[in-house]
């Protein structure tokens, strides 16, 4: 297995449209492992192929308190989404900037797995929220874009800032 580096926003490759997944095999689940490890690592609780600048539809998800409890979603779709909550966000991408997201509260999702058998998953509560902001990294979109311009324009200065300083 191997970690794989992160992009970070405003990196334009973070606004690719993955595309859906022909096959699942040893590669793509070769991809899934790494992107687990990667995820695991930084740590978070999701992370999206976008995010390792491989634009297929693939994200890996463990909202378990245990971190024993992988979930790997290829070619996810949300069939159906009801409620709205605002809650706190953070993204491996934008790394120290969190930020309250308005979300729908229960979605369901279908997806194939790592055999490539259809599936389908009734989610709620942070599970819910991180298949939402892992479908918006396949679709192009980071969280920080679903803020205000103000505060999209006080991360990105932030953001250059931290840069500035680490060069
Ligand atoms: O996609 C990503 O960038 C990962 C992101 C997912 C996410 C977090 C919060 C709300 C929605 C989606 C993260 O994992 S940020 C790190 C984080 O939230 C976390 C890290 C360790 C333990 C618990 C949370
Ligand atoms: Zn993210």
Partial sequence: MALLPILRFPDPRLKKIAAPVQKVDDSLRRLAADMAETMYEAPGIGLAATQVDVHKQVVVIDV???????????????????????????????????????????????????????????????????????LDHLNGKVFVERLSQLKQTRIRNKLAKQARVTA
Avoid at 87 to 107: H, M, T
């Fill in 64 to 134: 378990s308190e245990e971190r024993n409890a992988l979930l790997v979603l290829v070619n996810p779709r949300i069939e159906s989404a009801d409620g709205a909550k605002e809650g706190e966000e953070g993204c491996l991408s934008v790394p120290g900037i969190y930020d309250k997201v308005e979300r729908a509260e229960r979605v369901v999702v279908t997806y194939l797995d790592l055999e490539g058998q259809p599936q389908r998953l009734e989610a709620e509560g942070l599970l819910a929220v991180c298949i939402q902001h892992e």
